[in-house]
């Protein structure tokens, strides 16, 4: 009986040596999150193919991001003005949205409100990293479709007493300091929509998040708020 358990114990120890082997020669962790993220068959992907099959609409206005912005429907809470279409992908971070952009620059859009980065916290990434991948999607938009009117958004702040979400908004609060500043160098609107979604210690009000990550439906209407004056053209 024992050498039957001694022998278990040994393939699952070769198993995870094996398991950990091939994770590291793909990167690590955080990079296996992110291939499995962005797999061919992947929903990621999905999403990114459907909106490069749909027609150009010039002049509309653009909301460019990740889950957060993927969940909003952005079309209804602004319904009036120019075609509102929201290119928000789950799981998106500033390198995958490099990526994309070519599909967001064929519209030629109005405006473009950009909202991206607590992923890459997510995956890992340094705050010197974000920044230098989100200054080359400034600098793209901007060289490749200079009348878009660009929106820098901050990042939404996070709560981890709802649920443990893996970032922490202390870096949070770095990754808005570069933001605010790439913001400054291209003058650029920088929008806080952080703060009014906060608590009185920094974190996502519980009333406007069931995950500690998202913002529910209470809390969009809080977002449309601190931009709708930017969003309607005059």
């Known amino acids: 009986m024992k050498y039957f358990l001694y022998l278990s114990l040994f393939f699952n120890l070769l198993a995870i040596g094996v398991g950990g082997f091939?994770?590291?020669r793909l990167g690590g962790f955080r990079h296996v999150f992110i291939r499995l993220q962005r797999t061919t068959e992947g929903l990621y992907h999905h999403r990114a193919q459907h909106f490069e099959r749909l027609p150009e609409r010039a002049g509309s206005i653009i909301f460019l991001g990740d889950s957060q912005t993927e969940q909003a429907e952005w079309h209804e809470l602004f319904p009036d003005g120019p075609v509102v279409l929201n290119r928000g992908i789950s799981g998106d971070y500033t390198e995958g949205m490099l990526e994309r952009l070519p599909?967001?620059?064929r519209h030629k859009?109005?405006?473009?409100?950009?909202l991206i980065g607590?992923?890459?916290?997510?995956?890992?990434n340094s705050v010197p990293e974000i920044e230098q991948a989100y200054r080359a999607i400034v600098q793209k938009i901007?060289?490749?479709s200079p009348d878009t009117e660009l929106y820098l958004q901050s990042l939404l702040p996070v709560n981890n007493e709802v649920r443990h979400v893996g970032?922490?908004?202390e870096r949070i609060l770095e990754v808005n300091a570069r933001i605010?500043?790439?913001?400054?160098?291209f003058a650029l609107p920088y929008l806080d929509i952080a703060t009014p979604l906060k608590d009185a210690d920094g974190n996502l009000a519980a009333k406007f998040?069931?995950?500690?990550?998202?913002v529910n439906g209470l809390g969009y209407f809080v977002w449309k708020k601190e931009i709708e004056k930017f969003v309607k053209v005059q």
Do not use: C, Y
């Open 142 to 144: 901007r060289s490749e």
């Open 103 to 105: 599909e967001i620059i």
């Open 209 to 214: 998040t069931e995950d500690g990550l998202h």
């Open 180 to 185: 605010a500043q790439i913001a400054r160098d």
């Open 22 to 24: 091939a994770v590291s």
């Open 167 to 169: 970032v922490k908004n």
């Open 109 to 114: 859009p109005l405006k473009i409100f950009l």
């Open 118 to 124: 607590v992923n890459d916290l997510a995956f890992g």
